[in-house]
């Protein structure tokens, strides 16, 4: 699969605006060189373990693993990591007693100490925040997201770093993109997916995007159409659709991201969204992405085909729409709306395959909420039924889905 575009991030975190430690200080002279040995280290699974428990565990959660390293917690190696997740934890006292003296210590990885130089940087006087970084995203060639977990790792902590204050500050737009990378970037990571990282992510970027992408005040890419007279929702997304060739919308679209429902008066004017909708499904994580342009607007849990019923991967686009849908199982009779039997809870969202796509398949509700997360059903993805009622009401026919 191609993977999207990554620009390395540059340390705007180490502003002058930000506070100074001398342990820091001494970090970030360190030239951005490759380690000793010529190579990047190899993705053993220690280090795929030691990059999941930076990013999802913190400090504690490190302490076992670190006793495993060549040397102990109490190698250059060691301290530099416990150093690191004591410093995006906010224990910055900590953080530097574990650091002090790690400039002159060999055969560490240059990324690894820039990350942790940042660290010791991240917070600004009075707890204000300091210079948005750059965004941060996966790179493209598997090689290099697998050269190098632990230094990727710390990046995404800083910026999951970064996002929670943000959203604390009412700085919502730099919170929504934070975590849309995020989240992005740990879906494609080498390690393995942590569900409670996710879904506190996925939750945080909801609170964020509420007053963001789903507000009107929000800013983000659009043109207006003002009502006209003896208009309703339907008419203006015609004039919507008609004025941008190839824009996918629905009304409940534009409902949400105006902030209304339903009803519309002459006159008003609403704003259209021109970033394109699509769908991501990730089914390692059994995550489904809701996205505008390359951000994440949406995140949500869901369930996968069972073994032997597995979702099919391919591209597909968004067919038939559904309330209270019937189920058809195959070789067996319709199974109508309401009855215990009938799996798809309150809403059908039907897909279309494209490329190395499958039949039949589709998101859909559930009357067994607790299969959320896990591999249960047919093939079909399943939601919660008030997140697939949500998803039912802003994706547009045709929108492209990704299932990987």
Known sequence: MTLPRTPLLVLALMGSSLVASPVAGALASVPAQQPPSGAAPTASVGELELAAALLHRGPEGLELLLARLPGGAGSARGRLLASFAWGVSGERAKAAELGKGLEKAENLDAAELRWLAAALHAAAPNGALGTPPERVRIAEASATREAAPVALAMQLALQAGDARAALAAGQFKRAALALSDLIQADLQAAWPNDAGSLRRWSADLARAQAAQRWNPR????????????????QQVRKRAVDARTGLKLCTGLIERCNGIDKVVRVGQKLRIPTDPVSLVVDLDARWLLFLFGDE?????????????????????EVGKLEEMPMWFPEGREPVPYGDPRNP??????GWVPLEGGKQGLGFHGTNEPDTVGSAASDGCVRLHNAEVEELYRIVPRGTPILVR
């Open 218 to 233: 929000g800013d983000w890419p659009s043109f207006e159409v003002e009502v006209r007279a003896g208009e309703g929702l």
């Open 296 to 316: 994440v607007a949406a995140a949500y849990e869901v369930a996968i085909g069972r073994p032997g019923f597995d979702t099919t991967p391919g591209r597909y």
């Open 344 to 349: 798809l809870g309150t809403r059908w969202i």
